[in-house]
């Protein structure tokens, strides 16, 4: 795909978003509620239509903290938000796919997001500043996305406690996801909680090998 527009002039580039923004637009204020939970094929595998939709605006949050190095303004803070909630969604979708129960928690200082995955569905519900229950990891808005895009190492960012993990045994429930689909967005993270419970190669290497 980057191959193939490689050439495209930014004016090509702006029309292209602009009609990918009407075109979800009008998928969230015409279609059917039905497509909502069509299984539909992703870069991540099969999830829900309604949640390929919201992987926009994950997508959306992380390249725009990729621009802020080429000096382009910091993403607004619901920007941010919204990508966090995407990407919650995305991953109980996957955890409800995989049949895997368990509750994770992304929380920033200004808000968080939770997913519940149980019985083979799931629900994302957003919760308040400073509540955490449960397995979770905690840190910037910024830093979690990025962490979990694999743009920053979160090893350092523990280590310094900029990002802080809860629970980790709860959150390696998840961890067959990352087996199952290793480009995960957030699967450093969970990597990362492999390695603080049994070192690089530990339980997640077990998991692995027992897979």
Not at 112 to 127: D, L, P
Request: charged letters at 20%.
């Amino acid at each position: 795909m980057t191959a193939a527009h490689l050439d495209a002039s930014r004016s090509e580039v702006l029309d292209a978003l602009r009609r990918n923004r009407e075109a979800t637009a009008r998928y969230l204020a015409e279609e059917p509620e039905e497509l909502d939970t069509a299984p539909t094929v992703s870069v991540v595998g099969r999830i829900p239509l309604l949640s390929v939709v919201l992987g926009q605006a994950y997508e959306l949050a992380v390249h725009g903290l990729d621009l802020v190095s080429c000096g382009a303004p910091p993403p607004p803070p619901e920007v941010l938000q919204s990508g966090l909630a995407a990407l919650t969604d995305v991953t109980g979708a996957l955890a409800a796919s995989m049949s895997i129960d368990g509750e994770v928690t992304l929380a920033t200082p200004e808000d968080g997001w939770t997913f519940v995955s149980e019985a083979g569905g799931w629900t994302v519900r957003q919760v308040a500043a400073g509540r955490i229950d449960g397995p979770a990891v905690e840190g910037a808005a910024d830093l979690l996305l990025e962490a979990a895009s694999g743009r920053v190492n979160p090893v350092p960012a523990v280590a310094r406690r900029r990002l802080k993990i809860h629970d980790v045994g709860g959150l390696l429930q998840l961890a067959p996801i990352v087996q199952a689909v290793p480009g995960i967005p957030g699967g450093p993270i969970l990597q990362l909680a492999a390695r603080t419970v049994g070192g690089a190669g530990g339980m997640l290497g077990r998991l692995f090998r027992k897979g």
